[in-house]
């Protein structure tokens, strides 16, 4: 069985400062690997996807993720926040062979003007 | 697009009510799902299918069956609401091993 554990709950940036969510994960095989993100009031949308190609992964809007089996993390990072960024972020893991996925419990971000 | 839609935005009922949230994909997808979404707590897997007339039961599945008779329609049923299951339910659909396509929710209250 898979499981996520997103480390922290809360993050607030300045904007045009990096962002940091960082996704620690445990799963059985090789995993597959998500973050979303859901704005307020909006639904959840893709981010990026790690499925066993490159470790480093580039998402839309500028997000990029790592793959690192060694640390079984997936830390998602942007180099220069905006403040659109501002929304909810969940990393998911998926055993390779298994049709469920694992949420984590999300990350707020804010991004102070 | 794809697009996965939800019968109900709001839904209020009292408990001890059997409730259906339905939920229909238009992209043949085999594989569908249904979370709930609490604060602090994430999205958690309730039931899912991978094909018509299966299911498997997510992290959560107590108080709640589900019924996939058509490849496009997966319902989620509170046999007998309760207030703990007040809560935001999603649905999403997915080919095996893509992402997931959610539907805009159901945020549903029992009083």
């Known amino acids: 069985a898979q499981s996520v554990t997103q480390l922290d709950s809360h993050v607030s940036v300045s904007e045009g400062t990096p962002v940091l969510l960082r996704c620690n994960y445990s799963?059985?095989?090789?995993?597959?690997l998500f973050w979303y993100v859901q704005h307020p009031n909006k639904g959840l949308q893709l981010l990026l996807k790690?499925?066993?190609?490159?470790?480093l992964v580039k998402g839309i809007n500028g997000f990029e993720a790592e793959f690192k089996k060694s640390e079984t993390s997936f830390h998602l990072t942007k180099p220069s926040a905006h403040m659109s960024d501002a929304a909810e972020y969940f990393c998911?893991?998926?055993?390779?062979?298994?049709?469920?996925?694992?949420f984590g419990a999300g990350t707020t971000v804010t991004v102070r003007a | 697009d794809v697009k996965v839609t939800q019968s109900s935005r709001y839904l209020v009922k009292r408990t001890g009510e059997k409730v259906f949230l339905e939920c229909v994909q238009d992209?043949?997808?085999?594989?569908m799902f249904w979370y709930r979404q609490d604060p602090g707590l994430g999205l958690r897997l309730i039931y899912f299918?991978?094909?018509?007339?299966?299911?498997e039961k997510g992290d959560i599945p107590e108080g709640y069956s589900v019924s996939r008779e058509k490849k496009e329609r997966f319902s989620l049923i509170l046999e007998s609401a309760s207030t703990n299951q007040t809560s935001m339910y999603l649905c999403a659909s997915s080919l095996e091993g893509e992402k997931l396509f959610f539907g805009s929710g159901t945020q549903l209250s029992v009083l």
């Open positions: 998911v893991v998926s055993d390779r062979d298994d049709y469920k996925l694992s």
């Open positions: 799963s059985s095989y090789s995993p597959s």
């Open positions: 790690y499925t066993s190609a490159a470790t």
């Open positions: 299918s991978y094909d018509v007339k299966m299911k």
């Open positions: 992209m043949d997808h085999e594989n």
